[in-house]
């Protein structure tokens, strides 16, 4: 089955604890990207990739960082979580960065509080 | 840039009425449209899009949406709503800017609630 799956589902973190949240897809995409969804704001790109080795800021990208040292993974880094970064994180992956007609596929998200 | 408006924070329907959720847009260009319903606990499921060709574009579940450049709009519509329709909606235009990686630009979604 195509799918994006995200790791965790929940976490619930202190202030300045490094965490990772792992993305990962089964469709050979070549674009992959995260989102930040906050109520009232919609979804918010954070960060995204072309492809292997190629990433670049989104939107929001203060206080994130991201890799793609694989094709399938797209790993989302909060080297020092503060509490404005609590939101729902989506990752999202689509055949190519330039095929602007495609569509996204998103994982099922990853609540995340940081208290 | 491109950027996406959906005016109603919440729309509410009865069950077997037909229903419309509301998107217009901003582009310059041709516009890529798209709508993403998203469930409780789930993440955003792609229902249709608009690229080019008819005006009316069919997607899941029952879901239409119609293009109007002239009224620049994209709103979703369902002969006939269900309760399962119930949901949060999402109306996003691709960013043809390449700086920003073609992005999805999202609205601020739409809460349908179907009441039996």
């Known amino acids: 089955e195509a799918q994006v799956t995200q790791n965790p589902r929940y976490l619930i973190t202190v202030t300045g604890k490094k965490l990772t949240v792992t993305c990962s897809q089964n469709m050979n995409h070549e674009y992959m990207s995260w989102y930040r969804q906050d109520p009232g704001l919609g979804l918010r790109q954070i960060y995204y990739?072309?492809?292997?080795?190629?990433?670049d800021k989104g939107d929001v990208p203060e206080g994130y960082k991201v890799s793609r040292k694989e094709k399938r993974n797209f790993p989302l880094i909060l080297e020092s979580p503060s509490p404005n970064q609590t939101s729902l994180y989506f990752c999202?992956?689509?055949?190519?960065?330039?095929?602007?007609?495609?569509?996204?596929?998103f994982g099922q998200g990853t609540r995340l509080t940081v208290v | 840039a491109q950027s996406v408006a959906q005016p109603e924070d919440q729309v509410n329907v009865a069950e077997g009425n037909p229903l419309t959720v509301k998107c217009t847009y901003s582009v310059s260009g041709n516009p890529y449209l798209f709508w993403y319903v998203q469930y409780p606990n789930r993440g955003l499921q792609f229902l249709l899009k608009y690229i080019t060709g008819d005006n009316l574009v069919k997607g899941s579940y029952g879901f239409e949406a119609e293009f109007n450049k002239s009224q620049t709009s994209f709103h979703l519509k369902k002969p006939s709503a269900l309760v399962s329709d119930s949901a949060l909606y999402f109306c996003?235009?691709?960013?043809?800017?390449?700086?920003?990686?073609?992005?999805?630009?999202f609205g601020k979604g739409t809460s349908l609630l179907v009441t039996p």
């Open positions: 996003a235009v691709r960013d043809i800017n390449s700086n920003s990686g073609y992005a999805l630009n």
């Open positions: 999202a992956s689509s055949l190519s960065w330039g095929s602007l007609g495609t569509e996204a596929f």
């Open positions: 990739s072309m492809n292997v080795e190629v990433t």
